[in-house]
C-alpha cells in the first residue's frame, strides 16, 4: 500500500491516494475515494458514496455520511457534524441522499453542524459551533446558529472613519488593491438648508450610465451581488444607512463600508462583488454603465476564477 493505516484502523477502500494516513479506530467503507496527503484521524467514519480530494484533514470524532464531498484543501474541525436526511426517521431512508459539498481550501469549526443539500463555497470559514442551515458563498466568514455571515476572508476594511481616508481632500479618488477598483469622495455643501453632494458623469464618475437601480429594505442578514460582469462598470452609493461591499478581481480582495452619501465606488467589468450587512434604514444607488443584459452576469465563482486565469494567460 501507498497510504498508511493505523493497526487499529480499519480501511475497507482501495480507492485511497498516496501518503494519505488513516489513524486509530477510523473506519472507511469500500466504496469511498480519498485522494493523496489526507489525514483521517482518530475516530473518523467514512460511508461509501463519500468522496474525499487531496490534502484534506479530517479531525477527531467526525462522521462523513453518504452524499458528502470534501474538494482539496478542506480542514474538517473535531466533532463537526454532517447531515444526509432533512427529514430523518428510523428505517426510512430516501430514495437518494442530499449531496453536500464543501470546496475547495473552506474550513469547518469543531462542533459545527452542516444540513444536508448545501454547498460551501471554496475558501469559506465556518465558526466553531456553527449550525449550517443554507449554502455559504466562497471566503464567507459565518458564526451562530443558524449560521450568519459576520465577514469575508483576506479582506481589510476601507471606511469614511479610516485616518488615511478622512485625511484626503474633500473631493479626490482613491486606488484600491483590487485592480481598477476606486474610491471616490464627491464635494459635500452644507448648510441650515440642508446638505448637498454632486458628481458629474465622465469626470468624478468614469462613465455615462444607461441604467440605475435601488436597493432598500434588505434584512441585515441577507448578502447581494455576488456575482461579476463581464462588460459593465457599476457605481455604487448608499444615499442612506451604510452597506458593506466586498470587490474580487481573483487575485486580491478588499472590504469598503459605504456610510456616507459623498462616497462612492467604482467596480469596473470583472470585479466579483458582494454586499452585505445593510444597516436597516440603507438605500443603495447603482449606475450601471449598460442596459441589463443577463449573458454579461458571470454568477457562479469558480467560473469567474477561471475565466480571470485564462484572461491571464
Not at 455559504?136 to 481589510?156: C, D, E, H, L, Q
Amino acid at each position: 500500500m501507498n497510504f498508511f493505516v493505523h493497526e487499529k484502523g480499519l480501511c475497507e477502500s482501495t480507492n485511497i491516494g498516496e501518503g494519505t494516513r488513516i489513524w486509530a479506530f477510523a473506519h472507511v467503507l469500500p466504496g469511498a475515494t480519498i485522494g493523496s496527503n489526507c489525514n483521517i484521524c482518530d475516530g473518523v467514519f467514512v460511508e461509501n458514496d463519500v468522496t474525499v480530494g487531496n490534502h484534506v484533514t479530517v479531525k477527531c470524532g467526525v462522521q462523513l455520511w453518504d452524499g458528502v464531498t470534501l474538494e482539496d484543501n478542506v480542514f474538517v474541525g473535531p466533532n463537526a457534524t454532517f447531515t444526509n436526511d432533512i427529514r430523518p426517521r428510523s428505517k426510512i431512508y430516501p430514495e437518494k441522499f442530499l449531496r453536500t459539498v464543501v470546496e475547495e481550501g473552506a474550513s469547518i469549526g469543531a462542533n459545527a453542524t452542516i444540513l444536508p443539500g448545501i454547498r460551501i463555497g471554496r475558501n469559506a470559514m465556518i465558526g466553531a459551533g456553527a449550525v449550517v442551515t443554507r449554502s455559504v458563498p466562497p471566503n464567507a466568514i459565518v458564526v451562530g446558529n443558524p449560521a450568519k455571515i459576520i465577514g469575508y476572508a483576506g479582506t481589510g476594511t476601507n471606511s469614511t472613519n479610516d485616518t488615511e481616508l478622512s485625511a484626503a481632500p474633500t473631493m479626490g479618488i482613491r486606488a484600491s488593491k483590487v485592480t481598477g477598483v476606486n474610491i471616490h469622495t464627491f464635494n459635500a455643501i452644507t448648510d441650515m438648508r440642508g446638505s448637498l453632494s454632486v458628481g458629474e458623469f465622465e469626470r468624478e464618475i468614469p462613465f455615462v450610465p444607461k441604467r440605475y437601480f435601488l436597493v432598500y429594505d434588505v434584512p441585515t442578514a441577507e448578502t447581494r451581488g455576488e456575482h461579476a460582469h463581464i462588460k459593465c462598470h457599476q457605481f455604487l452609493i448608499a444615499v442612506k444607512g451604510s452597506v458593506h461591499v466586498v470587490a474580487d478581481d481573483g487575485n486580491h480582495r478588499e472590504q469598503f463600508v459605504l456610510d456616507k452619501p459623498n462616497f462612492g465606488l467604482h467596480l469596473p467589468p470583472m470585479t466579483w462583488g458582494i454586499q452585505y450587512k445593510y444597516s436597516e434604514d440603507a438605500v443603495l444607488l447603482v449606475f450601471a454603465s449598460e442596459f441589463y443584459d443577463s449573458a454579461d452576469y458571470i454568477r457562479e465563482y469558480g467560473a469567474f476564477i477561471e475565466l480571470v486565469q485564462t484572461n491571464r494567460a
